[in-house]
Structure formats: structure tokens, C-alpha cells
């Protein structure tokens, strides 16, 4: 939810807002979307308040640490789910800050392969224990099992919904 799209309603979230015979799917819908935007917030106050750094640039980092070997501008866009422009924005003043580099492969002029600097790796390794700790305390309030639970049912979602594209995919494509 990259710049908290949805608004809380008054009574503080989208979901106190519904009635009691709205439908489930309705209800399960609008909880993910309070879950997801009330810890993004907390940890977009939390990297801001102790790094300095805003979500979509720690994201950056993230992505640029789990492929040392270097992302294309188009991955790295691909992998955050933002346009090519966002991408290209929070690169330049990654890079100005000397936390990324960006260079042309030989190969291919035309795209620039980014990596993260030795300055980046460190910057990005001192924010990873202190974002774990924070996930760790969001879903305290869930156990293991309950938690292992959660995730297989929104794997599973997540496979209804792929499912639910590709079949739409293919009849805007039979069109």
C-alpha cells in the first residue's frame, strides 16, 4: 500500500465501518487492508523516527541485499510493484547518498544494473535486526501455530487470486 491509499473512516478503520449483514468476503477484504496499512504505518513512523530512512528506500535496500549480484532498474521496479519513475527517483538519491551504485553492463549500455555499496550493505545490515524486532512484536499478539495457520490461508488466497487473473487474462486475450 505505498503511500497509505486508503483512508481510516471515523472509528478508526475501514472495517468498524461495516454493518453486520455486509458480506463476509466484504469483512475479510477490509481487515487485510486495516492489518496491512496499520503496520506499514508503524513501521514507516519507526524507520523515519530511528533511521532516517523512508519505507520505499529501506524496500530498495532490501531487494538490492537479497541479489548481490545486482538488479536491472526494470527488476528492481518489477519487485517493489512501482513504476519504473519511482524506481528511478529513489535510485538517484540512493545512489547520491552513496548507499547503491549504478552502472551500465558492458553488454548493454541501455540498462543500468544497480547494486548495493559497501556503505549500503552496512547501513542496511544495522536496520534488519531492529526491523525484525519490530514484526517480531506486531504479531505478538498470534502464536506460532496461529501464525503458520494465517500464512497457509493467505497462500492460499493468494493462489485464487493468481488463478482468478490468469483466467481473465485469458479472456481479455480471446477477445
Known sequence: MNGEILPLVRGGDLESSLAGDDKLELKVWLRLLTCSAMIEREVRTRLRAQFDITLPRFDLLAQLDRAPEGL?????????MVSNGNVTGL????AQEGLISRE???ND???QLVKLTPAGKRAFDAMTPQHETWIDALFAGLTRDEMATLLALLGRLKASLKQHQDDGNAHASAD
Open 72 to 80: 536491472t532498474m526494470g527488476e528492481l521496479s518489477s519487485r517493489l
Open 109 to 111: 549500455r541501455r540498462t
Open 91 to 94: 535510485a538517484e538519491r540512493l
Open 104 to 106: 551500465a553492463p558492458a
